[in-house]
């Protein structure tokens, strides 16, 4: 790569899903590569392997902030609003960290920043916990930023979100498949969607690649992929490791 080209791999909400992860890496290097990871929290949960996933992205060049269930594995927040699947899950990862996982998931912070991005799991407001999902958590965030532009997980839904002046929430607006999106003056929250366990009526994980020099354009863009894996080797897992059925079977249904 030429000198001061970034090529990231930005990732959210791998929730211990190792195969969806290794397709993902793999579809990322065929579609030109990376040269570093930039991950939206929730590596953990769900899923059943944590210790596996963590161990895979520290071989890389990562950038990573805590989610709320990565917190929960260590004991660092309540489960008590989780619903009982999430708890049961929560509970079942904590038994499988071994000290090293636990000590890089307590070492992660609630918010980093690789320019011109930053990285949070929920809001700038709360970083941890609150969904970017409306006006009010879009405008809140959009105020606490101090770059051009803000990447977010948590809902598993992918989206983008343009502010349209001082005073606005923000539009959101579909992040397209396949297709880049030009990053220009106009500050914006992007969420790639997520790779464990989609939320938006597709079950293959969803992913982007921001690339600060694109060839044949001069500005930065960001392109959102999908890539399909084996859910039923994910499934056996989770089947063997006693995790709960609601949370094997919607691993199909992308819900």
């Not at 965030?141 to 992918?158: A, I, K, M, Q």
């Not at 990053?183 to 939320?199: A, K, S």
Request: negative net charge.
């Amino acid at each position: 790569m030429q000198r001061g080209h970034v090529r990231a791999l930005v990732v959210a909400d791998i929730h211990a899903n190792l195969e969806a992860l290794r397709a993902v890496l793999e579809d990322a290097e065929r579609r030109g590569g990376f040269d570093a990871i930039w991950c939206l929290g929730d590596t953990v949960g769900y899923g059943p392997d944590p210790v596996p996933c963590l161990d895979l992205l520290r071989q890389y060049n990562l950038v990573a902030v805590a989610g709320n269930h990565d917190h929960a594995a260590i004991g660092k927040r309540t489960i008590e609003d989780f619903n009982y699947a999430a708890a049961e899950a929560a509970r079942w990862t904590a038994q499988q960290l071994t000290p090293e996982a636990s000590a890089f998931l307590d070492s992660l912070p609630s918010v980093a920043t690789a320019e011109p991005f930053t990285l949070v799991h929920g809001t700038l407001r709360d970083p941890i916990s609150e969904y970017l999902l409306n006006q009010d958590a879009a405008r809140s965030t959009l105020e606490l930023l101090r770059t051009r532009y803000c990447l977010v997980g948590h809902s598993h839904l992918p989206f983008l979100c343009l502010e349209q002046g001082p005073a606005s929430g923000g539009q959101f607006v579909e992040f397209p498949e396949d297709r880049p999106f030009e990053l220009g003056e106009q500050r914006c929250i992007i969420n790639p969607g997520c790779v464990g366990q989609p939320r938006d009526r597709d079950p293959r994980p969803s992913y982007a690649i921001y690339d600060s020099h694109p060839s044949g354009t001069g500005s930065m863009a960001i392109a959102r992929h999908r890539v399909a894996y084996n859910i039923g080797e994910t499934q056996e897992k989770m089947r063997l490791a006693g995790l709960p059925q609601v949370l094997i079977d919607r691993l199909e249904h992308g819900w």
